[in-house]
């Protein structure tokens, strides 16, 4: 018979790559993983590897198991969160990834709503985006945290992950403390003068978002600066040096010296919450995705 957790070794082997990468990912030793997949081989009667001294492939009957391996542990999953719900209370760790913004913005208020559940435990971590997506795939984390530049709207399920929508974090102009701008309605970008920009890297979505508004707007800033980091640019501008654009949740929770204008052309982000589908019923998962869709509501 196949042993589901050494199922698990090898599908994480299949999406990191290599024995060593799998191993990091899940907190084992190499050579403790390389045991239980060779163990794994034994109980399929097939060569699922192909080893060399460097490296290891999954072999034919290897990429097939872990095609069946998705459905099994799929189907363990969904059964245990099944009998888990008819308990109906919510108990055990519940793991969520989260890039910076959000996981400072929705930790303080999810943080108060969780004192209503004693028997839940929340483990909330920051990681970036790839790295949190995996981290949920392989049951590493329960939910992920991850923002949506692209405007395009998120089916509610899509295979293995689904997509619970939080909020929309719009872009606002950062100002200095009492500058002339703010109270001045709506700002278009073309008509600021004689400012310096602090802008993120071009790598940066939130670079990419404010060159895509200045393009709209058809300004070109004559200063610019370009520093990595959100905290570092909004810093600055709380010093004076300069204005920039960024979202709103990363503003609202810190403790920043400076003012938010609103912008005439709109641009943000869209904010989800990415779980397993095969966990949604259990009580524990779906508890903390209802506090998270109530933090996010309330953010000001």
């Known amino acids: 018979m196949l042993d589901p957790r050494r199922l698990r070794l090898l599908r994480e082997f299949a999406n990191r790559g290599s024995i060593a990468a799998a191993a990091d990912a899940l907190g084992y030793t190499a050579s403790a993983v390389s045991q239980q997949l060779v163990a794994l081989e034994k109980e399929a009667g097939q060569a699922l590897l192909d080893r060399t001294a460097r490296s290891a492939t999954l072999t034919d009957a290897g990429r097939r198991l872990v095609d069946h ?16 719900a008819h308990s109906g209370t919510p108990t055990g760790k519940v793991v969520v990834t989260a890039y910076p913004t959000a996981a400072v913005a929705l930790a303080p208020p999810v943080a108060h709503r969780l004192r209503r559940h004693s028997a839940l435990t929340l483990q909330l971590r920051q990681a970036d985006q790839q790295e949190s997506l995996d981290q ?8 992920a945290l991850v923002d949506d530049w692209t405007g395009i709207e998120r089916p509610p399920t899509a295979g293995v992950l689904s997509w619970r929508y939080l909020c929309h974090d719009r872009l606002v102009l950062v100002v200095p403390k009492e500058h002339p701008l703010v109270g001045t309605g709506p700002i278009r970008l073309s008509d600021i003068e004689d ?27 004559t200063t610019r600066w370009e520093f990595e980091g959100l905290d570092t640019m909004i810093t600055l501008v709380a010093r004076g040096l300069g204005i920039t654009i960024a979202p709103r949740m990363a503003v609202v929770e810190r403790h920043y010296h400076v003012d938010m204008c609103e912008l005439a052309v709109p641009g943000g982000r869209d904010v989800y919450a990415v779980y397993r589908t095969a966990s949604a019923e259990r009580p524990a998962v779906a508890a ?7 933090a996010a509501k309330k953010l000001p």
């Open 136 to 143: 949920v795939r392989s049951a590493e984390a329960d939910i």
């Open 69 to 84: 391996a998705d459905i099994i542990l799929t189907a363990i999953e969904a059964a245990e969160s099944d009998l888990a």
């Open 195 to 221: 400012e310096s920009w602090i802008m993120g890297l071009e790598s940066e979505q939130s670079r990419r978002a404010l060159d895509r508004i200045l393009t709209a707007e058809g300004r070109q800033p």
């Open 288 to 294: 903390v995705l209802d506090l998270l869709v109530a």
